[in-house]
């Protein structure tokens, strides 16, 4: 089993920063993409941010030159560093990870819990 552990949401307001972090623990041989997602009540969940293993990043337009994932591959995390927050970037914010828990190749998809952002106007 794979868990995923986020942490560092909270209340901003508008134009403040906040970084998100997610840690992955369990039967891992390997993880492919990394990401994060959010669901903004009413609405269904959609991608920020993802990057792969070599570290390419790809963006939702909404957040691009604001927000910058990253990730440590030795430790298994992922970061959501978020900038110039609005308040449209309310949301539970989920981290997600493609993982392989052994050598087969096989993968699976796992999701945090959620943490709560909510920005203040």
């Known amino acids: 089993q794979v868990q995923l552990v986020e942490s560092g949401g909270g209340l901003v307001q508008a134009g403040g920063s906040l970084r998100l972090s997610c840690s992955a623990s369990g039967r891992i041989f390997s993880i492919n993409d990394m990401g994060w997602y959010r669901q903004a009540p009413g609405k269904q969940r959609e991608l920020v941010a993802s990057i792969t293993t070599g570290g390419g990043g790809n963006y939702a337009d909404s957040v691009k030159g604001r927000f910058t994932i ?25 981290c997600r990870a493609v993982v392989a828990p052994l050598r087969d190749g096989r993968t699976y998809q796992y999701w945090g819990q959620g943490t709560q952002v909510t920005v203040s106007s």
């Open 70 to 94: 990253s990730r440590d591959n030795a430790k298994n995390t992922v970061d959501l560093q978020m900038s110039s927050l609005k308040p449209e970037d309310t949301a539970v914010y989920y």
